[in-house]
């Protein structure tokens, strides 16, 4: 018998249920499954035009900020770039839209009808169903955390997420700037360079975001935004009228704290989004705070306070993703820091020299590598003995690992993985 050919497809041949009728060839792509919701499968039209087409399979070589509307409005996205935890993909998962990565070659296969089966990270290129595999969950001990602060992208994560039983842990909800931004259609570099008017006007568009989500609480519950935080390659995506700056390393360039810090009108933003809060949401504005993102060290926090002009009684927390912020978190929680937040994604790709966006060393970005679990233990060890609460960020796969192996009973979780782990939050707890 002659072996099959070896290429990267497989031929795979499906029987049909009467003898009339002749096989159906299937065409399947195998692919890395980047974001993998509570689903088995995705079906919908191949969308190329990077416009929102809703219902649609985005096809795109990289997810990149420009399109957000794009994404948002798919049922699935399939790229060949990018890894698993980049900011868009983030943002996916958020919204419970399958990410799956293909090679390069395949990407023009792509066109018309596909289905999408996460069970096996491939693509159909017809209709036709493999088994589905059973999928995995790693949830079962989520009864043993007291605090759930949940990343989401616009006000209708909360209200999705206020509907699900048994959800009394969650008592955050995170954003990011840049995700509200994307959500009010805002430019934010084109606005603050264009003067301080523009700017307030920019500060004041982002508080009315936030009046939307607050809008959505329960009473128990507080909204975190994290301030902006755009690497120069996103930020070339959706900027405009200024030039923006080509760094050979965008991760590692000028953003997070050390942009805030070099934007000479943000503070003009940053105090009208807080009037902004304060006239439209009275003494509920308390129920609002802020997040420092990609910062190193108390020198930073105490010039970043400066820069924006915040008064002792301001409360700001810290993002911890650097492994110069976890050598810092004690000195953080000393200083005033309100809260400390464990950016996960970020902090293993510092600790293992790992690009998190980079495929060829997918196999080395590990979230329980011993190093990183010993820098979440750390920082969360600073925050109990001041007694200044942390949030560790936690991959749905890797919630059980955590609770089991770190001195943590608060977690981050993306929106949709925090919806698949209901059931296990509305289940009454085993017996010991």
């Not at 935890?85 to 596909?114: F, K, N």
């Not at 693509?123 to 043993?144: E, K, M, N, Q, S």
């Not at 503070?267 to 902004?276: S, T, V, Y």
Request: glycine share 6%.
């Amino acid at each position: 018998m002659r072996p099959p050919p070896r290429d990267c497809h497989s031929l795979l041949t499906i029987p049909t249920v009467t003898s009339e009728r002749a096989p159906v060839d299937l065409r399947e792509i195998p692919g890395v499954l980047l974001v993998s919701p509570n689903k088995t499968s995705a079906r919908g039209t191949c969308n190329r035009s990077r416009r929102p087409v809703p219902g649609t399979i985005l096809v795109t070589e990289a997810l990149t900020p420009d399109l957000y509307d794009a994404i948002v409005t798919s049922v699935a996205v399939i790229c060949t770039r990018g890894g698993r935890t980049g900011h868009m993909q983030s943002l996916c998962r958020s919204r419970g839209i399958p990410v799956l990565r293909v090679t390069p070659d395949d990407l023009p296969l792509l066109a018309g009808e596909v289905t999408l089966h996460l069970d096996r990270a491939s693509v159909i290129l017809d209709g036709v169903v493999p088994a589905p595999r059973a999928p995995r969950t790693d949830f079962d001990t989520l009864h043993d955390v007291d605090s759930i602060c949940v990343v989401i992208a616009d006000s209708t994560d909360i209200r999705s997420t206020n509907t699900l039983p048994h959800l009394d842990r969650v008592d955050r909800f995170f954003i990011r700037e840049e995700f509200a931004c994307l959500a009010a259609d805002q430019s934010p570099i084109d606005a603050l360079r264009a003067g301080v008017t523009e700017a307030e006007r920019y500060g004041a568009r982002i508080g009315a975001e936030l009046c939307a989500m607050v809008g959505e609480l329960l009473p128990h519950q507080t909204l975190v935004m994290r301030l902006l935080d755009l690497r120069s390659d996103d930020a070339a995506q959706i900027t405009t009228g200024v030039p923006v700056h080509d760094e050979p390393n965008p991760e590692l360039g000028l953003h997070g704290a050390r942009w805030l810090l070099e934007e000479r009108l943000y503070p003009h933003a940053f105090r009208a989004l807080r009037a902004h809060l304060r006239q439209h949401l009275g003494p509920a504005a308390a129920r609002v705070s802020f997040a420092v993102p990609f910062i190193n060290d108390l020198a930073e926090f105490h010039r970043l306070r400066r820069h924006l002009g915040l008064t002792a009684d301001t409360s700001l927390s810290v993002f911890v993703e650097t492994p110069a912020a976890v050598h810092a978190a004690a000195d953080f929680c000393r200083a005033g820091a309100s809260e400390l937040f464990v950016g996960t994604k970020d902090l293993i790709q510092f600790y293992l020299a790992a690009d998190r966006g980079n495929h060829l060393v997918a196999s080395v970005y590990q979230t329980r590598h011993p190093a990183v679990l010993a820098a979440l233990a750390q920082a969360v060890a600073a925050g109990r003995r001041t007694g200044v609460p942390v949030h560790v960020f936690a991959l749905g796969a890797d919630v059980d690992h955590y609770v089991r192996h770190l001195p943590t009973r608060r977690l981050m979780m993306c929106t949709a993985e925090l919806h698949q782990a209901a059931r296990h939050l509305a289940a009454p707890v085993p017996a010991r």
